[in-house]
């Protein structure tokens, strides 16, 4: 019984989520409520508010849901699989399953309209900070584990985790700011390919 009502609450919030980004999408960042995504979803305002402080809330909901999956997943990953191969499918994995198994058409590239809400979601702090940021610990531990590095005592762990949380931060404006929609999984691939390679300066010097 306890894993049935689980299920029910992790459904219930991702519900949640998900008519907070298609109202999002329709109507603007400005002009969705707590009430209007309540009503989308099939819920009350006070089931909404037992999930969610407020809209912003609701719209981070998803991303902390993937990075809590990347980490599980980073974990399980081969233990003699590069590092940066490790951390990019771990983070990409869950991305692309989500936007096959729930969002259907965002799987397919922005338009413009929608292009321009993400830039405004991404430029308020609760959301910026509450994807990432809520994490880092975890990411911190979870890199350590595979490196055998001490999460406190040594500097790797956190690095990596720092320059994860970077790739995520500079793939999403490339994504928000690009005058033709592009594909945000290819853009955080191509992010952590050019960590990978050690940051190569452009124009082939060395």
Known sequence: M???RERKKLNTRRALSDAALALMFERGLDDITREDIANRAGVSLRTFTNYFAGKY???AYRQVERLQQSIEMLRGRPADEPLWTAITES???PLAADFDDVYGAENALPTRAQLVEVRK???????RDASFRRLHDEWVTAIAERTGTDPVRDMYPRLVAAVIAAVGDVAM???A???QPIPIIEVIRA???AVAAGLPEPGGKP
């Open 2 to 4: 306890t894993g049935l």
């Open 57 to 59: 809330d609701a719209l």
């Open 91 to 93: 983070v990409v994995a």
């Open 121 to 127: 979601l991404l430029m308020i702090p609760e959301i």
């Open 173 to 175: 404006d490339a994504y």
């Open 177 to 179: 700011a690009a005058d």
């Open 191 to 193: 992010g952590f390919a």
